[in-house]
C-alpha cells in the first residue's frame, strides 16, 4: 500500500511502498480517509523533534487522521464506522499508570511512543490498524473535515487545564490572545471567540494574507509581532485575561507573563528545543507572584478531548473550515501537502472517500 513517510537517510518526505498492517487482537483495520499536516510534522521532518521507530529505517508520517473501519476484527467496532484515532500509544510491550489511568496525554517521556512523530508509525498511509479504546467514533457527515479533530482536541485539554487554574477564585476573564496564526491558533481562535469578549491573534505577516482574513472574519484584532511584541499587548492593547501560545517561539513564554493581567493564565503549547536568550527572571518571578498570575504547559490529549472536540468540530461554521483547509493533495502530488506557502492554512493528504 501507498505511505507518505520520511528514511533516515532521505529528505523531506517520500512515497513509499509498504505492506498492508494486519489488525492484532483487539485493534481494528481503518481505510484512510484524510490525514492533516501540521507544524509538528514539519519539525519531525527537520529532524528537530521525535524520530523513527527503533527498528525501521523510515517513519510512516501522520497524527492527525480520519478513516473509515474496513475490519472491525471482533474488537467492538463496526466496518463502516468512521473513526479518528488519537496519538499516544504504550511502548512496546510495556505499560505504565498513565496508560492503566486513561491519560496518555500526562505521561513524561520516554513512557510513551506517539504515532506519526515519537518511536511509531503514523497514519498517512492508505490504512493503518489501531486498539479499538483509541478509535473515536465521528458521524459519518463530519468525514471531511475528521482530521480536524486532533488539533482540536490539543485545545480542548490546554483551555480545560488552564481555565481550572482558575477556579480556586471568581474569575471573570474577558479578553483572549492567540500567539501564533497556524491551524492550531486559528481554530482555537474560534473556540475562544465564544467565551470571552475581545480575542486577539498574533502573526507575523504583512496583509493581504488568509490567515489575517480569518482573524478579521472572527472579529479578532490582529497583532503583528514585528510591530508590536507580546510584553507590550498592555500598553498597545491591553491585558489579556488568558493567552494560548501556539508558535514555538520561545520568547514568547516569557513575554507571556507580561501580556497577562492580573490573574491571568498562560498556557504554552509550542515545542522550540533549546534556544538561548537574556531575560529578567526577577521581573518574570515578581509578575507572577504579586498578581496571582499561572502559566502552565499543555502536550497531547485523549478520549475525552477527542470526544468534545468532536462537539466542538460540529459546531463551526462550513465557512471556516473551507478557508482553513486550503490544499487536499493526493499521496503521489504529497510535496504539495508540504510546501512553505503562506497561502497554504491547513494541507491534508487525501486517500480515499467515504
Ligand atoms: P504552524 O502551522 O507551524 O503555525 C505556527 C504559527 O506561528 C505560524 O503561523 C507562524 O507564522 C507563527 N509564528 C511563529 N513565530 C512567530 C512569531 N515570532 N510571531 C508571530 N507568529 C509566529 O504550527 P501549528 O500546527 O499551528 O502548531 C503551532 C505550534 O504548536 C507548533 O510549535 C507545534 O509543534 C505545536 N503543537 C503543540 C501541540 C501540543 O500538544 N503541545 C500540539 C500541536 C502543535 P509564519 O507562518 O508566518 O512563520
Ligand atoms: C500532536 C500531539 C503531540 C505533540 C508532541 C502535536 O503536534 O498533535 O498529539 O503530543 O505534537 O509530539
Ligand atoms: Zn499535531
Not at 488539533?151 to 487554574?165: L, V
Not at 467565551?195 to 488568509?210: A, I, K, L, M, S
Not at 508558535?247 to 507571556?256: D, K, S
Not at 503549547?269 to 507572577?288: C, N, Q, R, Y
Amino acid at each position: 500500500m501507498k505511505a507518505i513517510g520520511v528514511t533516515r537517510e532521505g529528505e523531506g518526505v517520500e512515497l513509499l511502498e509498504v505492506d498492508r498492517p494486519a489488525p492484532a487482537e483487539g485493534e481494528a483495520l481503518v481505510r484512510t480517509l484524510r490525514v492533516g499536516v501540521d507544524g509538528t510534522d514539519h519539525e519531525v521532518i527537520a529532524g528537530s523533534h521525535g524520530g523513527s521507530p527503533q527498528d525501521s529505517d523510515y517513519m510512516i508520517l501522520g497524527h492527525e487522521a480520519v478513516g473509515v473501519v474496513e475490519d472491525g476484527n471482533g474488537s467492538g467496532l463496526e466496518a463502516g464506522q468512521v473513526v479518528v484515532p488519537t496519538v499516544r500509544r504504550k511502548p512496546d510491550g510495556e505499560t505504565n499508570e498513565y496508560f492503566r489511568r486513561g491519560e496518555p496525554d500526562m505521561a513524561p517521556s520516554g513512557e510513551y511512543v506517539e504515532r506519526g512523530i515519537v518511536g511509531e508509525h503514523g497514519f498517512m498511509a492508505e490504512y493503518f490498524t489501531s486498539p479499538a479504546d483509541t478509535l473515536v467514533p465521528i458521524p459519518d457527515h463530519l468525514a471531511d473535515q475528521g482530521m480536524l479533530v486532533e488539533p482540536i482536541s490539543i485545545a480542548e485539554k490546554a483551555n480545560e487545564h488552564a481555565f481550572s487554574t482558575r477556579e480556586p477564585f471568581e474569575w471573570r476573564p474577558e479578553s483572549a490572545c492567540v500567539l501564533g496564526n497556524g491551524t492550531l491558533g486559528l481554530l482555537t481562535l474560534w473556540m475562544l471567540g465564544r467565551e470571552f469578549d475581545r480575542t486577539y491573534c498574533v502573526g507575523r505577516r504583512d496583509r493581504p494574507d488568509p490567515t489575517i482574513d480569518v482573524m478579521d472574519e472572527l472579529g479578532a484584532t490582529y497583532v503583528d509581532s514585528r510591530e508590536t511584541s507580546v510584553e507590550e499587548m498592555p500598553d498597545a492593547h491591553e491585558a489579556v485575561d488568558y493567552v494560548f501560545e501556539a508558535t514555538g517561539y520561545a520568547p514568547h513564554a516569557v513575554q507571556t507573563v507580561h501580556a497577562l493581567a492580573p490573574n491571568g493564565v498562560g498556557a504554552l503549547l509550542g515545542i522550540p528545543g533549546s534556544w538561548e536568550f537574556e531575560i529578567d527572571g526577577g521581573a518574570v518571578h515578581e509578575e507572577i507572584v504579586l498578581h496571582n498570575k499561572c502559566l502552565i504547559g499543555t502536550v497531547n490529549s485523549h478520549v475525552k478531548h477527542f470526544e468534545a472536540a468532536v462537539e466542538t468540530l460540529d459546531a463551526m461554521p462550513s465557512w471556516l473550515l473551507e478557508e482553513l483547509v486550503t490544499t487536499v493533495a493526493t499521496p503521489e502530488a504529497v510535496d504539495q501537502a508540504f510546501e512553505d506557502d503562506n497561502d497554504q492554512i491547513k494541507a491534508v493528504v487525501e486517500f480515499d472517500t467515504l
